[in-house]
């Protein structure tokens, strides 16, 4: 029998509450070593580009000026309806 590697997890599910299982995947030590080569090949789908951290980070600032804008809105609103009660 081949030497075989464990990988061990909890695997909650946010429908039911806080119910979490334990979950134990085993693989031959041959498959990992594939799995591993495969997800260290640099292959170029990977590679995490300074393109794509410039578009993270518009999206970001982006999303932060909407949330910015919607919050003075909203406290703008919430004053003027206080001076009216």
Do not use: W
């Not at 030497?3 to 995947?25: A, M, P």
């Not at 578009?55 to 919430?78: E, M, N, P, Q």
């Amino acid at each position: 029998m081949s030497n075989e590697i464990e990988i061990t997890t909890k695997l909650c599910q946010s429908q039911t509450g806080v119910s979490c299982n334990e979950v134990v995947l085993k693989i031959p030590q041959t498959e990992a070593v594939k799995l591993q080569s495969v997800a260290f090949s640099g292959n170029g789908n990977q590679n995490f580009s300074a393109q794509d951290f410039i578009h993270h980070v518009d999206s970001f600032g982006f999303s932060f000026g909407l949330v910015l804008i919607f919050y003075l809105i909203a406290k703008s609103v919430g004053s003027v309806l206080a001076i009216f009660r």
